[in-house]
T-cell receptor, first 116, second 113 residues
Framework: ETGVTQTPRHLVMGMTNKKSLKCEQH?????MYWYKQSAKKPLELMFV???????ENNSVPSRFSPECPNSSHLFLHLHTLQPEDSALYLC???????????????FGPGTRLTVL | DQQVKQNSPSLSVQEGRISILNCDYT??????FLWYKKYPAEGPTFLIS?????DKNEDGRFTVFLNKSAKHLSLHIVPSQPGDSAVYFC????????????FGTGTKLQVIP
């Protein structure tokens, strides 16, 4: 596998379910990101991790819980979601968090989440 | 309040002609700009970037122009090819420290053979 992979690619869950999204990067990068893309809205940054440490939490509801066990893996744990949380969730990585505004981010294909 | 705006949700261009995608920003602190391209069922991929110290950056068929006074940038694709059909996202950031990238809503480009 190369680049950034995400599983599952599609997920349908009820409001009372607990599920997790997984992201893995094979690029040797130090920073990883979760974004949310809703229809007709810009990509919204949710979380940023640098060397497994969370450095940004963009006012995301607590029903979204990230986990970064090492610099190659990033999880997004989901529980008691709302229908408005249905969106495309994208994971990305970049080489160096110290300059992440100018550092090219490499995106995974995303997980299309539907909350019923 | 959207700091990066792509006012054209879609654009159709004939193959071989020029495609011009536009982007406006409101935050005067932004000094680094990027374009990403996204195909269906794939994540965005980096296309080209420009720093505010320049007003033009070229990479093959892709050229980005920056007009700082107008807070406007554009992506030119010449000649356009059917494989360029995708959604193009404009993004901007302010350098210095941990500055996040702010994305626009995207413009869907269709290149007609």
């Amino acid at each position: 596998e190369t680049g950034v992979t995400q599983t599952p690619r599609h997920l349908v869950m009820g409001m009372t379910n607990k599920k997790s999204l997984k992201c893995e990067q094979h690029l040797g990068h130090n920073a990883m990101y979760w974004y949310k893309q809703s229809a007709k809205k810009p990509l919204e940054l949710m979380f940023v991790y640098s060397l497994e440490e969370r450095v940004e939490n963009n006012s995301v509801p607590s029903r979204f819980s990230p986990e970064c066990p090492n610099s190659s893996h990033l999880f997004l744990h989901l529980h008691t979601l709302q229908p408005e949380d249905s969106a495309l969730y994208l994971c990305a990585s970049s080489q160096d968090m110290a300059a992440w505004g100018t550092d090219t981010q490499y995106f995974g294909p995303g997980t299309r989440l539907t909350v019923l | 309040d959207q700091q990066v705006k792509q006012n054209s949700p879609s654009l159709s261009v004939q193959e071989g002609r020029i495609s011009i995608l536009n982007c406006d920003y409101t935050n005067s602190m932004f000094d680094y700009f990027l374009w990403y391209k996204k195909y269906p069922a794939e994540g965005p991929t980096f296309l080209i970037s420009i720093s505010s110290i320049k007003d033009k950056n070229e990479d093959g068929r892709f050229t980005v122009f920056l007009n700082k006074s107008a807070k406007h940038l554009s992506l030119h694709i010449v000649p356009s090819q059917p494989g360029d059909s995708a959604v193009y996202f404009c993004a901007a950031s302010a350098s210095g420290g941990y500055q996040k990238v702010t994305f626009g809503t995207g413009t869907k480009l269709q290149v007609i053979p």
